[in-house]
Nanobody
C-alpha cells in the first residue's frame, strides 16, 4: 500500500514562497494522478492542483494559476507544489492525494490515498 507524506509547510509572509513535497513509499507513483487539496478552518476541502501521469498535464484552481507549479519526479517517487506570491487566503492545511484513474479529476472523492497534510500559514 502506497503511503504519502507531505512536508515543506510553514509560516511565511505574504508575497513569500514555499515548496511542498509529497513523498511516496511502499509503492510507485508511476502511472498515477497526484492531486493537491487544501482545507482552511471552517471551510470545505478544495482542489488546488493535479498532475497527470508522467507530468504531461497540470491543472490548477483559478486563484492559484500563475503562482503555483505542480511537478513530479517519478524516479524519486515525489511530487512538488511550488507556491509563490503567497497570499493570506492561501493559509490552509495542504494534502497530497493519489488516484489510479486514467483521467485527472479535481474531485477529492476520486483520490483514494491521502497524506497526513502539512500546514501553510501566510501572514499579512
Amino acid at each position: 500500500q502506497v503511503r504519502l507524506v507531505e512536508s515543506g509547510g510553514g509560516l511565511v509572509q505574504a508575497g513569500g514562497s514555499l515548496k511542498l513535497s509529497c513523498v511516496a513509499s511502499g509503492g510507485t507513483i508511476k502511472n498515477t494522478v497526484i492531486g493537491w487539496f487544501r482545507q482552511a478552518p471552517g471551510r470545505e476541502r478544495e482542489f488546488v492542483s493535479a498532475i497527470s501521469w508522467a507530468g504531461g498535464n497540470t491543472y490548477y484552481l483559478d486563484s492559484v494559476k500563475g503562482r503555483f507549479t505542480n511537478s513530479r519526479d517519478d524516479d524519486k517517487n515525489t511530487v512538488y507544489l511550488q507556491m509563490t506570491s503567497l497570499k493570506p487566503e492561501d493559509t490552509a492545511f495542504y494534502h497530497c492525494a493519489l488516484s489510479r484513474s486514467l483521467y485527472v479529476s479535481t474531485r477529492s472523492a476520486d483520490f483514494n490515498i491521502w497524506g497526513q497534510g502539512t500546514q501553510v500559514t501566510v501572514s499579512s
